[in-house]
């Protein structure tokens, strides 16, 4: 799985749109790259996910850049219950023999009421 | 929908006892896993199952076994309790769908502390 380098923490103001970003210049053509969190004490929640365009869900939007070497989460409307621990996974799909998902550091997201 | 549920959220053992650890799912996914989670670390997988009946392990494996008889469950069993096995145990799902990305739906989590 490439290696993804993310900012260990980030405020954001209630109502704002929250940007987090995340680096993987070693990507592979093959690699989507996943947003999860993980809220405290809670089992880690899927957000979205891409291999090249952007995407955007209920949840969440993901901008990939052109080359593919970073992205970013986007939390348009950020709420006290979007304070977590977000993580960006780049990994191929279905990797068999390497099924673990790998949590890095993340970035703690605080929403400041 | 209830997506993944996990029974029980708390439990405390002695040393040497065993207990068992139920995860279920209703989403029809194929594969199901077990990971844990220590304070400040981040979440290492135990075994998995890539269908009913089928297990393997994953890359902390030992003082665990596991079982898949039913589709929808998938149970973790630890047969004599150690002091190291104090974690935060959580299962996961996903569903099969060939080139289309394999993302991983968690259950709530078990507490388990061993004295």
């Known amino acids: 799985d490439a290696k993804t380098t993310q900012p260990p923490s980030m405020d954001c103001a209630e109502g704002r749109a929250a940007n987090l970003p995340c680096n993987h210049s070693t990507i592979s053509g093959n690699e989507y790259v996943y947003w999860y969190r993980q809220i405290h004490s809670q089992g880690p929640q899927y957000i979205i996910h891409?291999?090249?365009n952007n995407e955007t869900n209920e949840m969440a939007s993901l901008i990939i850049t052109e080359d593919r070497k970073s992205s970013t989460l986007i939390l348009p409307h950020a709420t006290l219950r979007d304070t977590a621990v977000y993580y960006c996974?780049?990994?191929?799909?279905?990797?068999?023999?390497?099924?673990?998902?790998?949590f890095g550091t993340g970035t703690r997201l605080t929403i400041i009421p | 929908n209830a997506g993944v549920t996990q029974t029980p959220k708390f439990r405390v053992l002695k040393t040497g006892q065993s207990m068992t650890l139920l995860c279920a799912q209703d989403?029809?996914?194929?594969?199901m896993y077990w990971y844990r989670q220590d304070p400040g670390m981040g979440l290492r997988l135990i075994h998995y199952?890539?269908?009913?009946?089928?297990?393997a392990k994953g890359e902390v494996p030992d003082g665990y076994n596991v079982s898949r008889l039913k589709k929808q469950n998938f149970l973790l069993g630890l047969e004599s309790a150690a002091p190291s096995q104090t974690s935060v145990y959580f299962c996961?799902?996903?569903?099969?769908?060939?080139?289309?990305?394999?993302?991983?739906?968690f259950g709530p989590g078990t507490r388990l502390t061993v004295l």
């Open positions: 989403m029809n996914h194929e594969y």
């Open positions: 996961a799902s996903s569903y099969q769908r060939g080139g289309e990305a394999d993302t991983q739906y």
């Open positions: 996974i780049v990994r191929v799909a279905w990797d068999f023999g390497n099924e673990k998902l790998t």
């Open positions: 199952s890539v269908g009913e009946g089928t297990t």
């Open positions: 891409g291999l090249k």
